[in-house]
């Protein structure tokens, strides 16, 4: 729990700083709320999906450059951070985070697309009846092992995600060199994965039985907020603890 900790208070201790370089993403989620997601209402078309594609898209080139700014403010001094160590540090860091992702979806459809073929394809019985009958566990058990298969694609992609600070400041790391550096503290990493996943999943459910104000939008917003940046504040600590970097290449 150290690495989770760390991370915490390094956030706590910078939480001006956090404010600073991310109060976009806040209140863009708020924005999106209330301009665009009423508007997605029914069945999906295509419209709808080029919609939510772009605004994934918009959200994603956001956290970057909420991402690196963070990275940048705790790895550099003031006077290094305008030298060329940081010309391409977006689009490198977008291209990763891309690649990550894709990675990320390919996991997660491998665990769960069988799930739920198969819940699909037991129409006489409800999820927790095929739970109970053919897996032998009660639901909140089955929570909890869902909970766990969804942190399996976080914790891979987590154990490869070095590259993303060391994009920032062009330091030579890259995926397969990220994984073997994580190697000591691959359990420290499944429990943020396991923390951060859990906990986004907690808040989307509690918001979600709550009636749509403008209260409860503004608070998932500030909550995915938040969570966002403890999960680029954990990927700093990640990178202090296993590289311990050197100067830059100039």
């Not at 919609?51 to 290094?80: C, Q, S």
């Not at 198969?118 to 009958?133: A, E, F």
């Not at 909890?144 to 490869?160: E, G, Q």
């Not at 709550?210 to 700093?236: D, H, K, N, Q």
Request: one cysteine or more; aromatic letters at 12%.
């Amino acid at each position: 729990m150290q690495l989770f900790f760390h991370a915490l208070a390094q956030l706590i201790r910078n939480f001006w700083m956090a404010i600073v370089v991310s109060w976009m993403l806040p209140a863009a989620l708020v924005a999106m709320n209330f301009a665009v997601l009423p508007q997605l209402n029914g069945a999906p078309g295509y419209d709808t999906l080029i919609v939510v594609f772009g605004l994934a898209v918009f959200y994603l080139v956001m956290t970057v450059h909420v991402a690196v700014a963070w990275h940048r403010n705790i790895f550099l001094a003031d006077e290094a951070r305008s030298d060329k160590t940081g010309e391409g540090a977006y689009l490198r860091y977008f291209l990763w985070s891309v690649l990550l992702g894709l990675i990320g979806i390919l996991l997660s459809a491998a665990i769960f697309v069988p799930l739920i073929y198969m819940i699909l394809n037991t129409s006489d019985q409800s999820l927790w009846q095929l739970v109970g009958n053919n897996l032998g566990m009660s639901a909140g058990v089955y929570v909890i092992v869902v909970a766990l298969l969804a942190t399996i694609p976080s914790f891979v992609t987590t154990r490869l995600a070095l590259v993303l600070p060391a994009s920032t400041i062009k330091y030579p790391v890259y995926p397969l060199k990220s994984w073997v550096l994580t190697r000591q503290i691959r359990m420290p990493i499944f429990l943020c994965s396991f923390l951060l996943v859990g906990g986004l999943t907690a808040s989307n459910i509690y918001f979600g039985l709550l009636p749509t104000t403008p209260y409860t939008v503004v608070a998932e917003s500030l909550v995915a907020w938040f969570v966002t940046m403890l999960g680029i504040s954990i990927l700093t600590v990640m990178f202090e603890v296993c590289v311990a970097p050197e100067p830059a290449e100039e």
